[in-house]
């Protein structure tokens, strides 16, 4: 109807309740519906194998390489920004978009240039203060650019979830609401 136009935003309401199941990721997308968003909206995923080797040659070429003891700061802020971003597997690769099984990664698999930033923040922060502040640099530093709102909103999510995520693993616990809804406005400015 005319609150799904192209041009409205996407409130709240129109994607909870009974319809919750209305944006979801291509991998829950039936083959006919992806086919008709690459035809009609030039939508197409990367193979999370090809996204791995981009970011690797990024890192390799950026001047800063691979992170170690004496840079892994400069590599946190290094910025990024991938345009087009989709669902985002250039920048957090929680699931392979390629698949239709929509099956999380675990963290040590997942290969967008953020996971690489949170990989090294766990690496070198073990106190919750201090990897709240260098993930919070990370996530200032990575930025992705998307056309269609439903895919943002899907890019958002899993930015969003990512951070849950590695907090999780690295405390055991999830951050606090407090520090969700900071990361979420970061992430509201940042992937847009």
Known sequence: GIDFEVKKSIMPE?????????IQPRAAKSLEEQRSRTKVKAEVFT???????MNKHIDWSGGIRIPGDSNWQDYV?????ELACGEAPFIVSRYNPTAHTGKLIILKHRVGFLD?????????CDKPKEWLKWAREAYKASYGYEWQGDNLLI???????TLIDYYVDKFGRRPTLSVQQE???IISWNIF
């Open 77 to 81: 802020q290094e910025l990024k920004i």
């Open 14 to 22: 129109y994607v909870t309740g009974g319809h919750d199941q209305l």
């Open 116 to 124: 690489r930033k949170l990989r090294t923040v766990s690496r070198y």
């Open 183 to 185: 990361f979420a406005e």
């Open 155 to 161: 890019a958002r999510e899993n930015l969003l979830y």
């Open 47 to 53: 193979p999370l194998r090809i996204v791995d080797e």
